[in-house]
């Protein structure tokens, strides 16, 4: 059984530009959230899919968006990049329904994203 | 809204001895209740979780009591070791239609030998 893995590990960007993040879902698992958390912070819930459509979002600006696709695996696009974007972003998967409120959610190693 | 309130950092302590970190939180309906843990450079994961009043989760020597009449979950371990030192999340998923962990501002642990 494979982790949650996500890509790349680190990246710098400069202000402005766009970013894709991709992360990788725990087998079997189809539901998908990211959140971001800056530094010294706790996470933030960004947005969650779930069978590969929005179900979920939290404080974030439409710039934010995500996909997920077939295999259950996921992006994270971040558009006109802000200097307040640099972050860790971890993806989490897990499995059933999300209203399940116990689910126990798998996370990935994260994404260091710099916006310089 | 929903939040999680968690004791300040970073808490530094010697090989052995007791650890408390308080959380107390805020939510709608019956949340479920989470501790994690982030080691340096990593990702999170699942420390101990739970679902219900006067649950106790437990794991790898922490506990913590789910106490709804003081809305808290206190994490505590009764002899803590070095490779303990990371930072610990306290969270709540408050169910409805999505899975979205609402988690505290995190404290830094310190474990000296």
């Known amino acids: 059984e494979t982790g949650v893995t996500q890509s790349p590990t680190h990246l710098i960007k400069t202000r402005g530009q766009q970013v894709t993040l991709r992360c990788s879902s725990q087998s079997g698992h189809n539901t998908v959230s990211w959140y971001q958390q800056a530094l010294g912070q706790g996470p933030q819930f960004i947005f969650q899919?779930?069978?590969?459509?929005?179900?979920g979002r939290g404080n974030f600006p439409p710039r934010f968006s995500g996909l997920q696709f077939p295999n259950y695996s996921s992006e994270l696009n971040v558009n006109a990049l802000e200097l307040d974007d640099s972050a860790l972003y971890l993806c989490?998967?897990?499995?059933?329904?999300?209203?399940?409120?116990?689910?126990?959610?798998?996370f990935g190693q994260g994404t260091r994203l710099t916006v310089v | 809204g929903n939040s999680v309130t968690q004791m300040e950092g970073p808490v530094t302590l010697s090989e052995e001895a007791f650890l408390t970190i308080n959380c107390t939180y805020t939510a709608t309906g019956y949340p479920s209740l989470f501790w994690y843990v982030q080691y340096p450079g990593e990702g999170l994961q699942l420390l101990l979780k739970?679902?219900?009043?006067?649950d106790k989760g437990s794991n790898k020597g922490f506990e913590a009591t789910y106490r709804k009449e003081t809305t808290s979950f206190h994490l505590e371990k009764g002899s803590v070791q070095v490779s303990d030192s990371a930072v610990y999340f306290c969270?709540?998923?408050?169910?409805?239609?999505?899975?979205?962990?609402?988690f505290g501002k995190g404290t830094l642990l310190t474990v000296n030998p």
């Open positions: 899919y779930y069978r590969e459509e929005e179900n």
């Open positions: 989490a998967s897990s499995f059933g329904h999300p209203g399940q409120g116990n689910t126990e959610a798998f």
């Open positions: 969270a709540l998923n408050s169910g409805g239609s999505n899975y979205k962990l609402t």
């Open positions: 739970a679902t219900k009043a006067d």
